[in-house]
């Protein structure tokens, strides 16, 4: 057996996070800034009032900025996939090329004609055409996550595939079932409806700035009024879509459940935690207690993972032992999994060797074997139990960095929206401030969810068939360790353009209503 | 240019405001430095696709990555 080089493996997911989230800097934005800036020339459109027109324009110039420095950061990740994950890109590449096809495709020119015209086009086009245009390129930015995320949704539920041992590859036996799988409905609605809640938090601090500079008020308290919508929706929306994707990790990814919970043993009737500390350093097979202290809501987690108050949620240790009750039967042990997965991978290589020897008997019993036991094919790789538990306190502190940040941003939004509604809200700077100061917090938000979703999934590229390990190239982790140094120069140069047009143009503010400026 | 009545009329739409671009302009030279250095920087030197370089044919490919996945472990 070749050892895995754990560094190896460290320096590609760390050049793949880091690349992941600088892109998923600019994603969101552009999803809620799009959506919001479309609504507000939708009014324009409906009522012809200039204003609108002036105040859409403007967010349509930071719209600009942030897609442009962040067009085809995304990919990047397809670079590294070549490069970093040969062995994950050949396993799966008839499941991704398909839908990565079609989003090439559709969502390059849906955005890339209607861009166009959505900057150039105001005087050259109807208002009706122009509006269309508009929500069209937000279509198109819609519908590239769409395919991602899909993508991304499969390697957590490899779901309308099959795996053919003689070219090493998933196929694809159904699009439909990959394209929608719940667990690809959901995850591309949680992520893009939480983007929204992004963008209005954007618009609403950046408001906030020009009204605590005393600057634009009429522009700045119209664009709140359209953000604090925005962000309401998002977020109610964000929390049905987030109990529809745990709903779906409690029956897909049981694991990661535990570790969002740091439930390391299960019941019946298990509560949701609030508020707690872990115990630094706690290990599945060890008896200390989790908790260091904790808050719960009773019964609730059995709740949101199975509808019923007072239904069994597995925790770590019952996962590692198996045994407990599932619809399937009883459930494997990792051990149990550990067996069958070593079954499997015996299989594939003896399938190789039969059928290069021509053996077609073998090759059939190999074959037979293979496919009995295939859905546990990754856990051939692993040596104990151990290496099947993700990182438990990032996935714990980020699921609830993600979760009572959405219940302040609700919070804020309702106040703001109330404050605004009285007509108060240009007379009180204090909200202001936490505005613009709770920007930042929403880009944490958005990445304390994808640390919950990809740490979460860990140690697998592909559930249960893939783990990060076995995808990674045979390359030296001394380069990786150099890209990796390449992208956080290039990343912070780009974030710094990104960041000083951005002020630039924040500072400049919206154009004066008798300018008439056409340009961009 | 008046409005859009015709093909030509929408590429010279694009002439147009490439040519009057006034704050774009900078995000411009962004985007083509960015992919510039994205595509004959880093894809060209060090980002070059793993089995391409070193197989010529799918089967040398599949072969490679069975072992690859017959042979590692933990």
Known sequence: ?520 | MDRIRSFPDFIAMYVEGFKNLTWGKPLWIIILVKLFIMFAILRAFLFPNFLNSRFDTETEKSEYVTKELTTKSY
């Open chain 1, 1 to 520: 057996m070749n050892q895995i080089d754990v560094s190896l493996v460290d320096w590609s997911r760390a050049q793949f996070a880091l690349t992941a989230m600088y892109h998923w800097l600019f994603v969101p934005l552009t999803l809620g800034l799009g959506l919001i800036m479309s609504i507000m020339e939708t009014i324009y459109y409906r009522t012809g009032d200039e204003k609108w027109k002036r105040t859409a324009k403007f967010w349509m110039k930071l719209f600009g900025v942030n897609f442009a420095v962040g067009v085809a950061t995304g990919i990047i990740l397809e670079f590294e996939f070549g490069t970093n994950w040969s062995n994950y890109s050949w396993f799966v590449g008839d499941i991704f090329g398909a839908p990565l096809a079609i989003e090439g495709i559709v969502a390059f020119f849906l955005e890339a004609t209607f861009i166009a015209v959505m900057y150039f086009g105001w005087t050259k086009v109807s208002k009706r055409f122009h509006l269309a245009s508009t929500w069209l390129t937000v279509g198109g930015a819609t519908l590239s996550a769409l395919w991602i995320l899909v993508a991304n949704a499969w390697m957590q539920y490899p779901a309308g595939m099959g795996f053919n041992p003689d070219t090493v590859r998933n196929e694809m036996e159904s699009f439909w079932a990959v394209a929608l799988s719940p667990m690809a409905i959901n995850k591309f609605f949680h992520t893009v409806i939480s983007s929204w809640t992004l963008g209005a938090a954007f618009v609403a601090g950046v408001s906030s700035w020009y009204l605590l500079k005393k600057r634009e008020k009429v522009f700045a308290l119209d664009s709140i009024k359209v953000a604090v919508l925005v962000g309401i929706t998002g977020i109610v929306l964000s929390w049905v879509t987030g109990d529809g994707s745990g709903n779906q990790v409690a029956e897909k990814q049981p694991m990661k459940l535990a570790a969002m919970e740091g439930l390391y043993d299960g019941g019946n009737g298990v509560g949701l935690v609030a508020a707690a500390i872990l115990t630094p350093g706690k290990q599945y097979n060890d008896s200390q207690d989790p908790y260091i202290f904790k808050i719960e809501f009773p019964k609730m987690l059995s709740f949101l993972a199975n509808r019923d108050f007072n239904s069994f949620v597995p925790g770590i240790n019952d996962l590692v032992k198996g045994g407990y009750s599932t619809p399937d039967g009883p459930a494997l042990s990792i051990d149990q999994k550990i067996e069958k997965g070593k079954i499997a991978r015996a299989a594939l290589a003896e399938y190789s060797v039969a059928k290069k020897a021509n053996d077609t008997e073998r090759a059939a019993d190999a074959k037979q074997r293979l496919e009995a036991n295939f859905d546990h094919f990754g856990y051939a790789y692993f040596n104990s139990p151990a290496d099947a538990i993700p990182n438990v306190p990032l996935v714990f502190y980020a699921f609830r960095v993600m979760v009572i940040l959405a219940g302040f941003f609700l919070l804020l939004f309702i106040v703001v929206w109330y404050y605004s509604a009285k007509n108060k809200f240009a007379n009180t700077p204090w909200l202001q401030w936490v505005c613009l100061l709770s920007i930042p917090l929403a880009y944490i938000t958005s990445q304390a969810g994808w640390i919950v979703a990809e740490v979460g999934r860990q140690p697998w590229a592909i559930q249960d068939i893939l783990p990060v390990g076995a995808a990674i190239s045979n390359i030296s982790a001394a380069s990786v360790k150099l890209t990796f140094f390449v992208f956080l120069i290039l990343f912070t140069v780009l974030l710094i353009a990104e960041l000083s047009i951005m002020l630039k143009q924040i500072k400049a503010g919206p154009e004066k209503i008798d300018e008439g400026n056409e340009g961009y």
